[in-house]
């Protein structure tokens, strides 16, 4: 199973950007496909963007054009540039595997946009 911390979260007002980092372990890391995830208060966990071995990205419609996800294959850190931040991507995000599969949490890192 992949471990990992987040890191980078902050309070932002709307528009203002932040950078997201996930420190991940475990031989596998680099050929999996990696994702970032967040849960709003009083919401499920959703997945927010992926991205594969050769860089290969994706991303959920509501962040399309604002996020990009990247990483770092040697050092087992990926990354989520988040711009044009909105009220509603506040939430704790995560990084994992994707699609999870049987995922050990980490702690998380806190994101608030709010003038």
């Known amino acids: 199973q992949v471990q990992v911390v987040e890191s980078g979260g902050g309070s932002v007002q709307p528009g203002g950007s932040l950078r997201l980092s996930c420190q991940a372990s475990?031989?596998?890391?680099?050929?999996?496909?990696m994702g970032w995830y967040r849960q709003a208060p009083g919401k499920q966990r959703e997945w927010v963007a992926y991205i594969t071995a050769p860089m290969t990205t994706a991303y959920i419609p509501s962040v399309e054009g604002r996020f990009v996800i990247s990483r770092d294959r040697a050092k087992n850190l990926i990354y989520l540039q988040m711009n044009n931040l909105m009220p509603e991507d506040t939430a704790v995000y995560y990084c994992?595997?994707?699609?999870?599969?049987?995922?050990?949490w980490g702690p998380g890192t806190q994101v608030t946009v709010s003038s």
């Open positions: 475990g031989a596998r890391v680099p050929y999996l496909v």
């Open positions: 994992n595997e994707w699609p999870l599969n049987r995922p050990v």
